[in-house]
């Protein structure tokens, strides 16, 4: 186990709402990324956060935004959820700059988008 | 754009044998390489890392050789198991930047 955990596991939505997704980072890590996972693909970045603040986007649309809190946990909100966001969100903790570390994933999201 | 591909979709060995999965990165800043399993409905699992200082690195019963001057990396596991049956995804990073994965590697061991 890597001690980060994400909430919920498995998630059904309808094309338009919006879903907000949780990570609880591993104790003493401050950094955050969030990937999606499409079937039979390679995680790929949405966004970092790094103590707080947003560190390093991916291609994704504005839609998709985050949150990290004073303990290092985060959320990943998505907006007018469309069809092509289902996927397994993963969430990964790491120690963060100046070096680079191990970065730990959760077990992941399956969100399922109607 | 920067890009992490594997050579190899999928893989298929005999239980004992050794295996070696293959990897190249396209960003010669690339300065920390990670491999990771990923079993199906779970999240990678972290095997093991290397820095771009380095050209080897051993952990159990797995290696990984970096070879910065053609941009490869390989992850060898000794007698393999079925349990390492698995997709295996290198990942590149630099300076704790975001991660670079390949599209990964179908590892199947038969008894």
């Given at each position: 186990?890597?001690?980060?955990?994400?909430?919920?596991?498995?998630?059904?939505?309808?094309?338009?709402?919006?879903?907000?997704?949780?990570?609880?980072s591993?104790s003493?890590?401050?950094?955050v990324?969030?990937?999606?996972q499409a079937?039979?693909?390679g995680?790929?970045?949405i966004f970092?956060?790094?103590?707080?603040?947003?560190?390093?986007?991916?291609n994704?649309?504005?839609?998709f935004?985050?949150l990290?809190?004073?303990?290092?946990s985060?959320?990943?909100?998505v907006?007018?959820?469309?069809?092509?966001?289902?996927?397994?969100?993963?969430c990964?903790?790491?120690?963060?700059?100046?070096?680079?570390?191990?970065?730990?994933?959760?077990?992941?999201?399956?969100?399922?988008?109607? | 754009?920067?890009?992490?591909?594997?050579?190899?979709?999928?893989?298929?060995?005999?239980?004992?044998?050794?295996?070696?999965?293959?990897?190249?990165?396209?960003?010669s800043?690339s300065?920390?390489?990670?491999?990771y399993?990923?079993?199906?409905?779970?999240?990678?699992q972290?095997?093991?890392?290397?820095?771009?200082?380095?050209?080897?690195?051993?952990?159990?019963?797995?290696?990984?050789?970096?070879?910065?001057?053609?941009?490869?990396?390989?992850?060898?596991?000794?007698?393999?198991?079925?349990?390492?049956?698995?997709?295996?995804?290198?990942?590149?990073?630099?300076?704790g930047?975001?991660?670079i994965?390949g599209?990964?590697?179908?590892?199947?061991?038969?008894?």
């Open positions: 186990e890597t001690g980060v955990t994400q909430s919920p596991t498995h998630l059904i939505k309808t094309r338009g709402q919006q879903v907000t997704l949780r990570c609880s591993q003493g890590h401050n950094t990324s969030w990937y999606q079937l039979g693909q995680p790929q970045f970092q956060y790094y103590r707080e603040e947003e560190n390093g986007r991916g994704f649309p504005p839609r935004s985050g990290q809190f004073p303990n290092y985060s959320e990943l909100n907006n007018a959820l469309e069809l092509d966001d289902s996927a397994l969100y993963l990964a903790s790491s120690l963060g700059e100046p070096r680079s570390t191990e970065a730990f994933f959760g077990q992941g999201t399956r969100l399922t988008v109607v | 754009g920067e890009s992490v591909g594997l050579h190899l979709p999928t893989l298929s060995v005999q239980e004992g044998d050794n295996s070696i999965i293959n990897c190249a990165y396209s960003n800043a300065d920390y390489f990670i491999w399993k990923q079993e199906s409905g779970k999240g990678p972290f095997i093991i890392d290397i820095r771009s200082n380095m050209d080897k690195r051993q952990g159990q019963r797995v290696t990984v050789l970096l070879n910065k001057t053609v941009k490869h990396l390989s992850l060898q596991i000794a007698a393999t198991q079925p349990g390492d049956s698995a997709v295996y995804f290198c990942a590149a990073t630099n300076q930047g975001k991660l994965f599209q990964g590697t179908e590892l199947s061991v038969k008894p």
